[in-house]
């Protein structure tokens, strides 16, 4: 992974994005998120119980959020639902 850890605090309109997961299933936590340089996109790695799922957010579609633009909220939610409700994303956690 060619990505650089950050915080949350460094993620434009992060609260949107965490209330936005925590409305289709609460039980999810964001552990951790990686800004990735040469697609100019934010990776999150997503826990659920003994479960993982990584999801990618572009810095376009985050920084619009911001903007409190409608159809930028709408793309968020069909690619967290997309990404979360599928069973392609999920993959068990190795202890």
Do not use: H
């Amino acid at each position: 992974m060619n990505g650089q850890l950050v915080t949350e605090d460094k993620i434009p309109s992060y609260r949107i994005i965490e209330e936005n997961i925590r409305q289709i299933d609460s039980n999810i936590i964001i552990a951790r998120i990686f800004y990735m340089f040469n697609r100019l996109t934010y990776r999150f790695q997503l826990i659920r119980k003994d479960k993982m799922c990584m999801i990618e957010i572009s810095k376009k579609l985050i920084d619009n959020l911001k903007n409190d633009n409608p159809a930028s909220q709408q793309e968020l939610t069909d690619i967290l639902k997309s990404c979360l409700k599928g069973p392609g994303c999920w993959t068990e956690v190795e202890r």
